[in-house]
């Protein structure tokens, strides 16, 4: 009985040397042919592997997802928490110099009352006339506006820093060179050596909805004095013109510190 079966091995057939059985190079089933073996030998595909540009693509995407999640984060932040400032003037030396980076709490006003002493960052009243021109370059004004409303720079240009004197309804008057808030003179330890609480007299009436306010630098701030016509009206600041309550001075480092109100020194003020 023969058996049908051959078994390659051990078969007599001859081998033709010149047939090759390229069937184990073959590319298997599914294959795109884009694997190390499909290139001849020295050759450079002429694409990237998907692979790789998937990688590519998923790279950049998480890179603009994050960037605008840290965009929209400063933004809420500088919006409902706190905010930073620059300092551009001499008028609240030696409490704050020129060049100071400030950060103000929102929640005061907002959410918190304000207090005698405190000092607070505010837009510029209209009764103040209008605010300094900024730079006629359209696209540098542009970018530092963007910046500075998601909260990236620090504002400034169209902000005032004081201290906070009189309350709605407080009594401010100026006589003999000393400040005085409902009657009581105050003891100013906040005022920059050498210059005077106050050089001209006056008295007024803080109106309804208003603060009276003045830089620690008195003989340099052009505050709420120079601003008044002499009632209280025009030289006040709309409560609703407050930024918030600066709490810390940020930058420089060497100057890093709280910001103090000096309750003390209106302790003994009544209020009206």
């Known amino acids: 009985m023969t058996n049908d ?32 073996e499909a290139y001849a030998p020295g050759a450079v595909p002429t694409e ?3 692979a790789k540009k998937r990688r590519k693509g998923g790279a950049l995407r998480e890179a603009v997802v994050v960037a605008v999640i840290a965009l929209a984060l400063s933004f809420l932040v500088k919006t409902f928490v706190a905010q ?3 300092i551009p ?6 409490t704050l110099d020129v060049g100071d980076r400030i950060v103000v709490s929102k929640f005061t006003p907002q959410h918190s009352p304000l207090h005698r002493g405190d000092v607070i960052v505010f837009s510029q009243p209209a009764s103040w006339g209008p605010p300094a021109p900024e730079s006629s370059n359209a696209v540098k004004r542009w970018a530092k506006d963007a910046l500075t409303f998601v909260g990236i720079l620090p504002g ?13 309804g407080d009594q401010v008057a100026c006589s003999g060179q000393k400040l005085q808030v409902n009657g009581v003179t105050l003891d100013e330890p906040y005022i920059k050596p050498g ?23 008195r003989d340099e701030s052009y505050d709420s004095r120079g601003h008044d016509d002499g009632t209280g009206q025009t030289g006040s600041v709309p ?24 309750p003390a020194t209106f302790a003994k003020v009544p209020n009206k």
């Open 239 to 262: 409560e609703s013109d407050i930024t918030g309550q600066v709490v810390a001075v940020a930058w420089p480092i060497s100057r890093f510190s709280s910001v103090d109100a000096h």
């Open 48 to 50: 990237q592997d998907p």
């Open 195 to 217: 210059a005077k609480p106050c050089q001209t007299d006056f008295s007024i009436t803080v109106p309804a909805g208003k603060v009276w306010v003045m830089g620690d630098n």
């Open 89 to 94: 003037s001499q008028s609240m030396e030696n």
């Open 5 to 36: 079966r051959v078994d390659p091995a051990s078969t007599n057939e001859p081998v033709d040397p010149d047939k090759v059985d390229s069937s184990a190079d073959a590319a298997p089933e599914g294959d795109t042919g884009r694997g190390r």
């Open 84 to 86: 930073p400032f620059y």
């Open 156 to 168: 400034g240009s169209q902000h005032l820093v004081k201290r906070l004197i009189g309350m709605p």
